[in-house]
């Protein structure tokens, strides 16, 4: 080493350049691994003039990648070249002992060019390594979203992977499930500002937003103080936090009730899956929908064949009115509604008291069935809720197919 800081014109020696290192890493809080041979191949074309070789750069590169891994950020792997750059020229010998300013030009431009090319490929392998690692995360996330909402079979495999998303599976969490009535792109940007506001709200503990199926997902959990026991209020929340973020589309939203446990998300996510579902099927307005308020339909969905034999067995005659059977479903639907009060019922569909009471008479004639008998009324009201639900009599029952 002392030969050549003397010499001035051999390669620079080892020791020197460890301290150089060591000095430039402790201050940017840098790992001095991250410089690699970098110090050593800066001395050289600094005395001798010479250019990198591709696997010298290519060695910076991985490094730049290494840097990425380690969570050191691209800003401070630059520093640290940048620091050990300029700490490494104060000391090289064919700088400091030369007079010559034609020599010190020349060195200083070697130095640059190749501090030049050593930042470029450190921060390309950086931004490759951050790309790999978020398309990584991304998957992880993607696939930790499916099997929550799906309902793992592995408990304990699934409150683990849960736990880096800041999720705790022993509490009971709201599923609340966002889609676009008039779908226009992709809903991932939505997703995006709604998470902030999510965060905002509920904080980033046991919170998740994601996407899946053109839909926007949001778990929170149940109990906060924004939150209460009704998952009404946070489907008026996300859609309230929707028209602030992503305001040129119309919105659903339906929120499932709160579940505890590892399948207790799964059960919520369903409710609100279904409740979407009943909600475009039964044609309802409402742009927020709850879960609690459709169990009837969720339970007459459950056995298919149940409810359309129901349907034709009850409804089925009235098909032979001289109008079909619209009018007189129509009529019962409106009078269910208004609390088996033919007054209201009339108001809602515009016609006399005479007209409704007419109607229902008519349909107690069809079908053997009586709004003004307990018994039969609530096979009539099964029946019609079933009908809507089937899309009856606009589509064919299941079992006339």
């Given at each position: 080493m002392t030969d050549d800081r003397q010499s001035g014109d051999g390669p620079a020696g080892e020791d020197w350049l460890d301290a150089v290192a060591a000095s430039a890493a402790a201050a940017c809080s840098a790992p001095v691994d991250l410089l690699g041979d970098y110090l050593p191949m800066l001395a050289d074309a600094a005395i001798h003039g010479r250019r990198p070789e591709p696997r010298e750069l290519a060695a910076v590169r991985e490094l730049g990648r290494r840097a990425a891994a380690q969570g050191v950020s691209a800003r401070g792997a630059v520093d640290l070249y940048l620091s050990a750059s300029w700490r490494l020229w104060r000391q090289l010998?064919?700088?400091?002992?030369?007079s010559d300013p034609e020599k010190v030009r020349q060195a200083g431009e070697a130095v640059l060019r190749v501090l030049d090319d050593a930042v470029g490929?450190?921060?390309?392998?950086h931004q490759s390594e951050r790309r790999e690692m978020i398309r990584h995360e991304e998957a992880l996330r993607r696939g930790f979203v499916d099997d929550l909402l799906r309902g793992d079979a592995d408990v304990a495999r699934m409150v683990q992977r849960a736990e880096p998303f800041g999720i705790d599976l022993g509490k009971a969490h709201h599923v609340a499930l966002a889609?676009?009535?008039e779908p226009e792109g992709p809903v991932d940007r939505a997703a995006i500002a709604l998470e902030r506001a999510v965060v905002d709200r509920f904080g980033d503990r046991d919170v998740l937003v994601a996407t899946k199926d053109a839909r926007v997902v949001v778990v929170v959990p149940a109990g906060s103080a924004t939150v209460t026991s009704r998952a009404v209020d946070l489907g008026a929340l996300i859609r309230a936090q929707l028209d602030q973020v992503d305001g040129g589309r119309r919105w659903r939203v339906a929120a499932g009730r709160a579940f505890p446990g590892a399948y207790g998300v799964a059960r919520s996510y369903e409710e609100a899956r279904e409740a979407l579902v009943f909600a475009d099927r039964l044609g309802l307005d409402t742009d927020v929908v709850h879960a609690r308020d459709l169990l009837v339909y969720r339970v007459l969905g459950r056995d298919q064949a149940a409810i359309a034999d129901l349907v034709g067995d009850v409804l089925g005659p009235l098909q032979r009115s001289r109008n079909g059977a619209g009018v007189l479903l129509e009529t019962l639907l409106a009078y269910f509604e208004a609390g088996n009060v033919?007054?209201?019922?009339?108001?809602?569909?515009?016609?006399?008291?005479?007209?409704?009471?007419?109607?229902?008479?008519?349909?107690a004639?069809?079908?053997?069935?009586?709004?003004?008998?307990?018994?039969?009324r609530l096979s009539l009201h099964a029946?019609?809720?079933?009908?809507?639900?089937?899309?009856w009599p606009a589509r064919p029952l299941p079992l006339d197919t």
């Open positions: 010998p064919a700088v400091v002992r030369s490929v450190l921060v390309d392998g889609a676009a009535r033919a007054t209201e019922a009339a108001q809602r569909l515009h016609v006399s008291v005479r007209t409704v009471t007419y109607r229902l008479a008519r349909v004639e069809l079908s053997g069935y009586s709004v003004g008998r307990p018994d039969q029946a019609v809720l079933g009908a809507r639900l089937l899309e």
